[in-house]
Each structure stands twice: as structure tokens, then as C-alpha cells.
């Protein structure tokens, strides 16, 4: 019943069956581990870990206790700690899957890539038994959010995203609900809900923290409910203050969430999450609003007959790929992707009268950097590099004697791993730098230190992409099927910057080492973002949300017709970009 309880989100009740059953026998090793996943769902690790290390204590051959401590690990960004619990528990259990897994992509997070074509084989021989038994409600130890990292086919993305849309609706299927859906009246202001575990000190908040006061309030509604508690983040006071309406839902199972949405009367439900971490996908499989849009957190189909809508673009989901969509889009005229960077990070890149910068300390020296390197920077997550890519950049250091790669301690534990793959490909020490994460201003300023960003081609950068933009420096990316490795694409043809997209890696690298020899190319670049940043669609929030509004209300008005759901494309006459006489970067 505990089980049943905490798949249906109930998870006081769980953790009270779960206290009961451990009350009858202290020495039930399956309720404590079972307890400590109800603390993990409820966002307390610390009591998580203290269940996980008492059914060890209990029976140390609990192989789903240890993969369940890893896991709290590695959310805590332990990632070295995480490996070992997950290498214990498949010593326990060979054919543990979740563990397998978990340990690969926990692997890709250290940039440890031994073995990594056999390990990868392996999992995916995994995957494709556990996918053949959907049938029988069973769901891939790869995880959605994971599968957009690995060199997976469209086909298997929308196949393993479509096994978890199907283990939500299952998780409510006991839940009552009896929501009903009138016509909206014409007096009424279409009302657009926004859900998400999100609205604190996130990159999702970073982009979209002043999206929900930009709404035109004499057409739309707005609210916004948060999954997960506040921070006391300036983020979370943002938009809590700024959105129409802010209701924290976070102590609330799906079933009570559904109904208090279908309450307030909303008529358009946006998932911020997809199948990220923290994600209330068991709200959406109860349907509580009449029309249901997936945007921004997850770039990828959700599979799930309950989404209606996603939003996109057409580089970031181009009409070759709506097969492997089961959404209908909403086409935005330009990105897909929004950001709050004109609003948030104006002053950020000020310069005196003289193009002076006004933060003089953010410099090269800071970070060990001589002035006269040519610094091709990543500032992505490192678990966003794969083999193939790093053999690449290799290519390009070898080629670009006064070259160097910067990349950051994201997570720290990779940066041995990191420099061994160097030197085992012949690049100097030296070549290679680490520097640690730092506050949003500093990584917008040193950003602008670098003189190319090197994207990772099979999940881009995204939000880090918009940074660097902004900061002034070109990025360079290798564009393939999926919309994650798309968005740099679609960002860059916001700024006018299409030359920097390639679809062949050869031609990346090409390109790349071309620009290291090319410095007045590279200082023109560098001029038309400075003189297009306050005009061109990547930056314009304001005109970005004006654009989604028509979307919405688009799609709603294909809702109200009856008529089957077709794309909605939004259309945008104002030019994509405009020079100004700004001063250079």
C-alpha cells in the first residue's frame, strides 16, 4: 500500500505506512529503502540517505539500497561517491538496470569513458528488452531526460519518452478526479498556467524570470504553480511577484494539484519540466486543464496523448522530423529558446566611454590565461561531452599551436579524467584549463574572454549558448537530428550568425581552426552580435512573449473549433535583426 500510496504522490501517507511497517519489525530492510525514496520525493536527502544506510546496515546485499544512495549522491553532486554505490549494487545484482543505467550516465557526468562502446551497447541491448515489455507497464532504466545525451535514433527518443508518459497516467489511474470543461466565454481572459519545480535559483528562471509579468494582461491570465518550495532566491521573488497569480503547490500530491488547477478555471497547462528532475508529470496525466502544452525544460517529445502542444521552432524541430513528435507545435518565428538576458543582465557587459570594461578584474590572468593564447572555450556541463566530440577538439588544439580549451570543474570530479583523454591524445597539458563554477555575472564576463565557444553537438548548450551570445563571444556548433543538439542552430540564426552552424564534423573542425588564423573574421562577428544584441529576436523577451501569446491563442482557438489539432505557426513581420552604432565589446 505504501508503494501504491507514493506512486499516486501521497507521499505523507506512504512515509506513514512505511513508519508503521518498520514499527512492526525494525528489521525490514524494503520499508526503510522504500521510506527513504518517499524523503528523497519530498526533497529531503539527508533522511533519504540515513533509510538507504539502515537497510544496508540490515542487509548489505540490498542492491536497490545502494543504487537508491547513489542516487542521492549523485543529485548532490558526489558523482564520484554515486559510481561506487552503483558499481556495488550491479556487484550484488549483475542485471540491475536501473543501476547500469544510472551508472553510465554517471560516467558521462566524470567523463570516464573506459569501455564506453561495449558499456553503451550493453545498456542499450538493456533498454530495447525492457521497452519490447511495456506492455506490461514497465519503463526503461534510461531515463528520458538521460536518453538526450546519447547517440539514440529519433524513433528510440520518442519510444522511451512515450514508456514514461504511460508509467504517470498508470501512477493516477486510482485518483478520482471529475473535471469538466465548459466554453469559455468571450468576457474571459484566456487563463495560462505554468507549472514548474523550477522557479527558484535555476537556469529555467535565469531565462524566463520576467516572461510571466510580460503577458498582456487585457487578453491572458497568468498563473504560475511551483512544485517545489522557495529558496529565497531573487529568482523565486521575481516571478512570485510579477506573475498575475504564484500558488506553491509543492506539499500537494497530483491528484489535489489537478483539482486546484482545474479550480482556478485554466485553460492553457504549460509543463516547465518535461521528465526533468522534479518533474509532476502525474499532473498532466490527469489532464486538469482542457489544453496542454510541453516548453523549455525537456527539448524533446514527451509521447504523452495527454500533451497537446509543444513549443518549437522550425530548426529546432524541423517539418523532416514531426514524425517523432507526437505533439502538435507551436512554431515560434524565430528560437524557441527564451531568455531574460536584456532584462537580468543588462549591465553585466557595461563598458566605460572608452570601451573600457567596467569590471576590469574578471580578466585572462584571473584564470591563468596568458593574452596571447587563442581560448577555444565549453562552458557546458561536462557530462554533455562525448568521445567522438573530444577527439575533435583534440584535432583542433593540434592544429592551433597557440590554442587552448576552457572548461569547467562541472562537476570537478572529471578534470583528472579530462586531462588523462588529453595527453592520451597527444595535446599538452597545458592546453587544457579548469576553472570552477562561478556566479552568473562572472560567467557572463569571462565568457567574453574566450575568443570561440565550442558546442557540444549532441545536447547543446542552451542556456549557456544564450550566455556566451550575450557575453559577445561566436559560438561554433555541429547541428544533428534531435531538438537538443538544434537550439544552438536556432539561437545563431537569431543573431545572424548562421555561417557559425555546420551538420558535417569535419567541416566544424575545419571551421574551427580556420577562426583561430582568422582574426579579423572573428572581430567582425564579435562586432555584429554587439551591434544586434539590443535588436535581433534571440534577446527580445518582450517581442518573444508577443510571439508565444499569438501561439497560444492560436491553439486555443483551434481547441474551441472542434477540428483536429494542427500546427500553429506564428508569424513575426519585424526584422529577425537590426545593426546599430553600439560601441564593440
Known amino acids: 500500500l505504501g508503494s501504491v500510496l507514493k506512486d499516486q504522490g501521497k507521499l505523507d501517507q506512504a512515509i506513514a505506512h512505511y513508519l508503521e511497517a518498520i514499527n512492526r519489525d525494525p528489521l525490514f530492510a524494503d520499508a526503510f529503502s522504500n521510506l527513504g ?146 466554453p469559455k466565454p468571450r468576457s474571459i481572459r484566456l487563463k495560462v498556467g505554468y507549472v514548474s519545480s523550477d522557479f527558484n535559483n535555476h537556469p529555467l528562471s535565469y531565462l524566463m524570470q520576467s516572461v510571466f509579468g510580460m503577458h498582456d494582461t487585457s487578453k491572458i491570465e497568468i498563473y504560475c504553480y511551483a512544485t517545489a518550495g522557495p529558496d529565497g532566491s531573487f529568482q523565486r521573488r521575481t516571478i512570485e511577484s510579477t506573475a498575475e497569480h504564484f500558488k506553491d503547490i509543492s506539499q500537494l500530491h497530483a491528484g489535489d494539484a489537478a483539482q486546484l488547477i482545474h479550480n482556478d478555471g485554466v485553460h492553457i497547462l504549460i509543463n516547465l519540466n518535461g521528465y526533468t528532475r522534479g518533474a509532476k508529470t502525474e499532473i498532466f496525466a490527469l489532464h486538469p486543464a482542457p489544453l496542454q502544452i510541453s516548453f523549455l525544460g525537456f527539448p524533446g517529445t514527451m509521447g504523452a496523448e495527454y500533451i497537446e502542444y509543444m513549443i518549437a521552432d522550425p530548426i529546432s524541430v524541423p517539418s523532416t522530423a514531426r514524425q517523432y513528435y507526437s505533439e502538435k507545435i507551436i512554431q515560434m518565428p524565430h528560437t524557441c529558446l527564451v531568455n531574460d538576458h536584456k532584462q537580468s543582465s543588462r549591465d553585466v557587459m557595461s563598458h566605460d566611454p572608452m570601451g573600457n570594461p567596467l569590471h576590469k578584474t574578471v580578466n585572462r590572468a584571473r584564470y591563468g590565461i596568458s593574452e596571447d ?13 562525448d568521445p ?22 562541472f562537476p570537478a570530479d572529471a578534470e583528472a579524467n579530462l586531462r588523462q583523454e588529453a595527453l592520451n591524445r597527444g595535446v599538452k597539458e597545458d592546453q587544457i584549463i579548469f576553472s570552477d563554477v562561478a556566479s ?30 550575450w557575453s559577445g ?48 573574421k572573428l572581430f567582425s562577428m564579435r562586432r555584429h552580435i554587439e551591434r544586434v544584441r539590443d535588436s535581433c529576436a534571440a534577446f527580445d523577451t518582450q517581442r518573444w512573449v508577443r510571439n508565444l501569446e499569438k501561439g497560444l491563442l492560436g491553439a486555443w482557438a483551434n481547441h474551441e473549433s472542434g477540428d483536429a489539432y494542427e500546427d500553429i505557426v506564428v508569424e513575426d513581420t519585424e526584422p529577425v535583426w537590426v545593426e546599430s552604432d553600439a560601441s564593440i565589446l
Not at 94 to 115: I, K, Y
Not at 394 to 408: D, E, S, Y
Request: charged share 20%.
Open 440 to 469: 552568473r555575472d562572472e560567467h557572463l564576463l569571462r565568457g567574453h574572454l574566450a575568443d570561440l565557444f565550442l558546442d557540444t553537438p549532441a545536447y547543446n548548450g542552451h542556456s549557456t549558448a544564450a550566455d556566451i551570445l
Open 388 to 409: 567522438e566530440t573530444f577527439d575533435t577538439w583534440m584535432n583542433i588544439l593540434k592544429r592551433v599551436p597557440n590554442g587552448v580549451l576552457w572548461l569547467l570543474r
Open 473 to 520: 563571444t561566436p559560438l561554433l556548433t555541429l547541428q544533428q537530428e534531435k531538438m537538443a543538439s538544434r537550439i544552438s542552430s536556432s539561437l545563431l540564426t537569431s543573431v545572424g550568425l548562421e555561417e557559425l552552424i555546420h551538420t558535417d564534423r569535419l567541416k566544424y573542425e575545419e571551421a574551427a581552426v580556420s577562426l583561430a588564423g582568422d582574426s579579423e
Open 373 to 385: 593564447k587563442f581560448v577555444f572555450c565549453c562552458f557546458n556541463q561536462l557530462y554533455k561531452i
Open 37 to 182: 525514496n518517499c524523503y528523497k520525493l519530498k526533497g529531503h536527502p539527508p533522511e533519504a540517505a540515513e533509510c538507504y544506510t539502515k537497510a544496508l546496515s540490515i542487509n548489505p546485499q540490498h542492491a536497490d539500497a545502494y543504487s537508491n544512495l547513489a542516487a542521492v549522491h549523485k543529485d548532490a553532486g558526489a558523482v564520484t561517491k554515486a559510481a561506487e554505490y552503483y558499481k556495488q549494487a550491479i556487484g550484488i545484482a549483475a542485471d540491475h538496470a536501473e543501476s547500469m543505467a544510472n551508472l553510465f550516465h554517471t560516467s558521462l557526468h566524470l567523463c570516464d569513458w573506459t569501455d564506453y562502446d561495449k558499456r553503451f551497447a550493453i545498456l542499450m541491448q538493456f533498454m530495447k528488452q525492457q521497452l519490447s515489455r511495456r506492455q506490461h507497464g514497465l519503463v526503461p532504466s534510461v531515463q528520458p531526460f538521460h536518453s538526450l545525451a546519447y547517440p539514440l535514433s529519433m524513433a528510440e527518443l520518442k519510444e522511451v519518452a512515450g514508456s514514461y508518459a504511460q508509467q504517470a497516467k498508470a501512477a493516477v489511474a486510482l485518483v478520482e478526479t471529475h473535471f469538466t470543461f465548459r
